[in-house]
């Protein structure tokens, strides 16, 4: 019997940072709205059921408004998890953070928010990514 597999490409039409940060997520939810000037608001918390191998829960915020959406989303699950790896995005689980923009304009551009995020005390380093080249980046897909 033949077997047909489906292969899907998404694209990722966002920007993709990552924060290396000891800070608590709520503490760098408020740095963020504070120097950017967002309104970053904690969002349920994201749950990818793996069925057999376990789950991760995601601490999610979003800043929205009616041109982009900025989100905040740590990498490592909330909860204990019996998984491997328990990251949102495995292929850089160094970062403890990641920000998602979408249609990022004047602070929210890619070069200004970069700048941005170095200059916070609480963030160690950040860099920007290409998430087309994410192994995982159906995961950073909502």
């Known amino acids: 019997m033949k ?6 490409e998404y694209d990722c039409d966002f920007d993709l940072f990552g924060i290396v940060s ?3 997520e709520h503490k760098l939810a408020w740095t963020l ?5 967002l309104r970053l608001v904690k969002q349920q918390d994201l ?3 793996l069925f057999a191998q376990g789950r991760l829960v ?3 915020y979003l800043h929205a408004t ?13 909860d204990p998890s019996p998984l491997k790896k ?4 495995p292929d850089i689980k160094e970062y403890d953070y990641l920000i998602q923009v979408s249609n990022g304009a004047g602070p929210l ?5 970069l700048e941005q995020l170095t200059r916070l005390p609480e963030v160690q380093y950040a860099c920007q990514f290409d998430p087309n080249t994410l192994k995982f980046k159906e995961n950073l897909l909502f």
């Not at 328990?86 to 995005?89: D, E, H, K, Q, R």
């Open 86 to 89: 328990p990251f949102l995005a």
């Open 3 to 8: 077997t047909l597999t489906l292969d899907v």
């Open 66 to 78: 009616e041109n982009s959406t900025l989100r905040l989303l740590r990498n490592r699950s909330v």
């Open 58 to 60: 995601i601490s999610n």
């Open 109 to 113: 551009a890619p070069e200004e928010l």
């Open 33 to 37: 709205n504070s120097i950017l000037r």
């Open 22 to 24: 000891s800070s608590r």
């Open 47 to 49: 749950i990818y059921d």
